[in-house]
């Protein structure tokens, strides 16, 4: 199926109930194909692999995205995130739960049946993410936010989980004891992955996020 383009729709001028409408669709058609690709995925998969994944076939639900500019990518995160925490919701009340971070998702059956919250992340970011008056910001807004989140001022604070995920993408083997070594880590891997060396804009990406989480882990 072909659906619009997420990482180019989101900005545009609103056209009253029309684009809801169409919103509402593109989310419903998300809902059921993320659900299905984390059944597939029991061990987990990061959000760059869900990005990518809902891009083939036969779901091809996401269009090209520039995951060089914020403004861009924004909108597809945004989207994408909401999904996830409606998708949580919807789920609770069946045995099942849902891990939802840039770095890992994953869906797995619990004991406790009910609730809204997550044990290791603050429920502002649910609150952000299920309000979809967020979706559309201006560019400058989303420049702003993300210049927040890279310097630490966002006031997120990563689970354990999170944190040792971060750690393997930056190719430890634990959460190290100082922020100086993942300093460190995080430019020679970032080196290694730059596309003048054969790399993808992507994977740095990917480091940036990981990054992102063992700053807010150390930050005091």
């Known amino acids: 199926?072909?659906?619009?383009?997420?990482?180019?729709?989101?900005?545009?001028?609103?056209?009253?109930g029309d684009q809801d409408e169409k919103l509402d669709f593109q989310i419903?058609?998300?809902?059921?194909?993320?659900?299905?690709?984390?059944?597939?995925?029991?061990?987990?998969?990061?959000?760059?692999?869900l990005i990518k994944t809902l891009q083939k076939k036969p779901w091809e639900l996401i269009g090209t995205v520039n995951f060089a500019e914020p403004d861009k990518l924004y909108p597809v995160h945004f989207l994408l995130f909401h999904v996830l925490?409606?998708?949580?919701d919807q789920l609770a009340g069946g045995g099942e739960t849902l891990t939802i971070s840039p770095l890992v998702i994953r869906l797995r059956q619990t004991t406790v049946v009910g609730g809204t919250g997550v044990p290791d992340h603050a429920d502002e970011l649910r609150n952000f993410y299920l309000d979809l008056s967020r979706y559309r910001m201006p560019e400058e807004s989303i420049n702003?936010?993300?210049d927040d989140f890279w310097a630490g001022r966002s006031g997120y604070q990563p689970g354990l989980s999170e944190a040792r995920d971060a750690a393997t993408t930056l190719g430890f083997d634990t959460i190290p004891e100082g922020f100086e070594e993942v300093k460190y880590r995080f430019r020679r891997a970032v080196m290694r992955a730059h596309p003048d060396r054969g790399g993808e804009t992507e994977a740095i990406q990917h480091l940036n996020r990981a990054f992102a989480v063992l700053k807010a882990h150390f930050r005091t």
Do not use: C, F, K, W
């Open 28 to 49: 419903q058609h998300l809902l059921v194909a993320t659900e299905h690709i984390l059944r597939q995925n029991p061990a987990g998969i990061n959000e760059l692999g």
């Open 144 to 146: 702003r936010m993300m």
């Open 85 to 88: 925490y409606r998708l949580r």
């Open 1 to 16: 199926m072909t659906q619009p383009d997420l990482a180019t729709d989101a900005n545009q001028a609103p056209d009253s």
